[in-house]
């Protein structure tokens, strides 16, 4: 039991709602909560929608006095730790704050932030920079922003690696706890990618779909045009399943298998072969002490490019083989968009939720499925499923491959 690490509390902020509740009925409705991009001109871009988040106002949840310091990316994490710790029945002050820890997973960090001040650098001078600005551009101002305002002081790592950083992040608190360095670990990724200058960074990369309409973003759909850009993410409380029995807390799921690989090619997407992608996975079936068949649900990097799903159905098929016509594979993230850092974490949400409700999430907007993507995609509607085992992959520009294994307590 004292090496068992176990999820107890749960926090989101998605475009399919804030807090469990919203996000669930969200998610199970099938909708597509991809909205045109109206918080600034993007008539020049070739994405003109993404997954936004409408009616979040920051300081209805946290001190304004830490909103005007902090960027959009760092409003989500904040909340996302307050709404972890409430459904966990966390009392961090009956705590010991040296062992409880923070990792998080962040990319480019406060982008909008930043943009707003170089803005105010530019066209009005030096003078008019906030001196906020250097910590909340910073890749790691959300972890010392929900450190601080939880007072913890312990471990405490930040994870880059684009996409695939929350399920890496994750495993990295599972080892921690595991090795009884803390007993509590707070764990999250999410992203606030929706301003031009940060836009136009996704936009060079070639993969942003042009297409509006109700789903334009169609993992596995034979005429799929490219990714979709999203916001938000989610935050968990993690702990030793010891822990948790101690104070009588409610167990989500067990982490069970993590692995993580890196291509080691420059690519603009995934490699083609899926190989990395197929040894993370191996890595967590592994160290879970699973086989293929063991699998109940599979949620899917589900990029939405044409090669990058066509080599996400290879590794999957590399490492199931036969077993995997029996497997569902879904991409909930059609729906919200591709949250980068929150994408995987989110999607550990929709798994925990899942295993919850006896609930497989699907993936909306295909018409006709790709058949070099043999996948059982859970087209269009959710679908009703006992699972015991869930697996979640995920990959990063630049060649990071990670997945993540639950297990629904007995």
Request: hydrophobic content about 40%.
């Amino acid at each position: 039991m004292p090496n068992e690490v176990v999820i107890t509390g749960i926090g989101v902020v998605t475009p399919a709602g804030i807090g469990i509740a919203d996000f669930w009925k969200g998610m199970v409705s099938g909708r597509s909560f991809i909205s045109p991009i109206t918080n600034f001109d993007a008539s020049q871009f070739t994405s003109q929608v993404a997954g936004i988040i409408h009616n979040f106002d920051p300081a209805t949840f946290l001190d304004p006095r830490i909103v005007i310091q902090t960027d959009r990316w760092t409003h989500f994490d904040l909340v996302c730790a307050q709404q972890a710790i409430a459904d966990a029945g966390l009392v961090l002050s009956d705590e010991d704050p040296t062992k409880i820890g923070a990792v998080y997973a962040s990319n480019t960090g406060g982008n909008e932030y930043g943009q707003r001040q170089l803005h105010a650098c530019g066209s009005l001078g030096p003078k008019h920079v906030s001196v906020y600005l250097s910590i909340a551009w910073f890749y790691a101002a959300s972890i010392g922003q929900v450190s601080i305002n939880n007072h913890i002081l312990g471990y405490g790592r930040n994870i880059c690696a684009e996409a695939a950083g929350g399920l890496i992040a994750v495993g990295q608190a599972a080892k921690v706890i595991a090795q009884k360095t803390c007993d509590v670990m707070l764990v999250g990724g999410s992203e606030a990618p929706l301003s031009p200058y940060t836009f136009a960074s996704h936009q060079s990369s070639g993969l942003l779909s042009s297409e509006g309409g109700p789903f334009p973003y169609r993992p596995f759909d034979r005429s799929r045009s490219g990714t979709i850009v999203g916001e938000g993410g989610a935050n968990f409380c993690v702990e030793s399943k010891e822990h948790a029995l101690q104070r009588d807390a409610h167990i989500y799921a067990e982490i069970v298998g993590w692995g993580q690989a890196f291509d080691g090619a420059l690519s603009r997407e995934p490699a083609n072969d899926g190989k990395a992608y197929a040894r993370a996975i191996d890595q967590a079936l592994q160290k879970a002490q699973l086989h293929p068949s063991d699998i109940d649900w599979i949620i899917c990097d589900g990029l939405g490019s044409q090669e990058g799903d066509r080599s996400e159905a290879r590794a999957l098929q590399s490492v199931f083989g036969n077993a995997l016509a029996d497997i569902p594979a879904s991409a909930p993230k059609s729906m919200i968009g591709r949250l980068i850092n929150g994408g995987s974490t989110v999607d550990i949400a929709s798994a925990l939720l899942g295993m919850e409700t006896n609930t497989i999430l699907p993936t909306v907007g295909i018409e006709q499925q790709d058949s070099d993507c043999a996948l059982d995609c859970v087209p269009n509607q959710a679908r009703s499923k006992t699972m015991r085992h869930v697996l979640i992959g995920a990959r990063g520009f630049g060649g990071y491959n990670s997945a993540l294994i639950l297990k629904r307590p007995a």
